[in-house]
């Protein structure tokens, strides 16, 4: 399936965008080792989320969907039951990386398999703490298949991420709820603290202290977890391909309601701010995560070399910060991205090549860019762009393509559905002349 765009402006409207994928996958998972029965509003129904329900449900896990809410009667941490196939993750890198963890206290074998592109990524960046708690854990060559069998216990570790990853945090979290004695994770980066969030609200202690832009966090293992009922805001990465919209199309202002504002999330927000956008924060609340509803007008950008220890926070909304800077006056400079290349795509090489389509001139670096940007009034080529199947790459080009000369179709564009299943529906919903082919 592909993406036809027209160029446009003049975007307006008021919108929700779907809920926040990392804390669906985090309920699902969380629900299903609850005691008992937990109720889930507003869960992404993207491809990813529902693999991580299939998953679960192939474990004995009981999931229901009723009037749009779903019910998950967990059986607590021991109560997964023997898979009688290999667990399909689809393309979920997030929940693979995580049921890792869980799967590796358990009574039973597993094997952990995805879609191809899913297949290529890293995954010996938690086989190898998961190994130093006592899983019996193999992977070929470092990506999948995943092998996991049963061990006697888990023991409790002290490590340091050699990589600014929530998802490599969160798996040694969910495996230190059935390790011996008390794991402590140390974050050089402060990274997405989602999984920290959810322990809380489903009443799991741990303790975590701040040293100086670094952070600790100790957990020791539990009997039990109680269920609970969640409600869960919008994606702020879904959100950020239309701040970017309403950014880049003259005469545009947007009203994104209800998006999650976690502050290891924003880091897109502040560098846009820093670039010159106009956009205001309404109506704050705080629930399991901040929230507010995001404000957006056309605004004139500048470059900017990007803050480092933003990049962390961002990783997921690269994309379209790349097209911000594109669009902006003079140079951004981008350096410490080298997990870019490590994504659904090799995201730097993938951005480097669909900003050379545009017709945008950039110096690409192993672990950054350089980006010379065609300021405010500028436009880009009307041109056939390669999304590699990457949906963060199909929907921030689509939205590029907005300040084309004239038309220019996004190649590849079915993985769109792992996060954003009505993405071309909010597009026409602004006024973007979108259509699939």
Known sequence: MDFLIKSGQNLKGV????????????????????????????????????????????????????????SVEGKGLRGLEDPEKPLDFGNSGTSIRLCSGILSAQSFESTLIGDSSLSSRPMQRIVEPLTAMGANITSKNGTLPIEISPTDSLKSINYSLPIASAQVKSCIMLSALYAEGVTTIEE???????????????????????????????????????????????????????????????????????????????????????????????????????????????????????????????????????????????????????????????????????????????????????????GSKGILNSTNISSYGDHRIAMASAIASLRSDDKVRVLDCLNVNTSYPNFIDTCKEIGIDIEQS
Not at 333 to 342: Q, S, T
Request: proline residues 2%.
């Open 15 to 70: 919108i929700t965008v779907p809920g926040d994928k990392s804390i669906s996958h985090r309920s699902i998972i969380l629900s299903s080792l609850a005691a008992g029965t937990s109720k889930i509003t507003g869960l992404l129904e993207g491809e990813d989320c529902l693999a991580t329900i299939e998953v679960f449900r192939n474990m004995g896990i009981n999931i229901v969907k009723e009037r749009g809410i779903y």
């Open 188 to 374: 050089n980066v402060v990274t997405r603290d989602h999984t920290e969030n959810m322990f809380k609200h489903f009443g799991i202690p741990l303790e975590m202290e701040d040293l100086e832009g670094k952070k600790r966090i100790n957990l020791t293992s539990i009997d039990s977890i109680n269920p609970t009922d969640i409600k869960i805001c919008g994606d702020f990465s879904s959100a950020s391909f239309f701040i970017l919209a309403a950014l880049i199309c003259p005469k545009s202002e947007l009203l994104i309601k209800n998006v999650g504002i976690n502050k290891t999330r924003i880091g897109l927000l502040h560098a846009l701010r820093h670039m010159g956008a106009n956009i205001q924060l309404l109506n704050q609340t705080e629930n399991i995560e901040p929230t507010a509803d995001i404000l957006v007008k056309s605004s004139n950008l500048k470059g900017i070399i990007l803050n480092t220890n933003l990049v962390a926070n961002m990783i997921d909304e690269m994309p379209v910060f790349f097209i911000a800077a594109a669009l902006s006056e003079g140079i951004t400079i981008v350096k410490d991205a080298k997990e870019l290349r490590a994504k659904e795509s090799d995201r730097l090489q993938a951005m480097a090549e669909a900003l050379s389509s545009f017709g945008l001139k950039y110096d690409l670096a192993e672990d950054g860019i350089k980006i010379y940007g065609l």
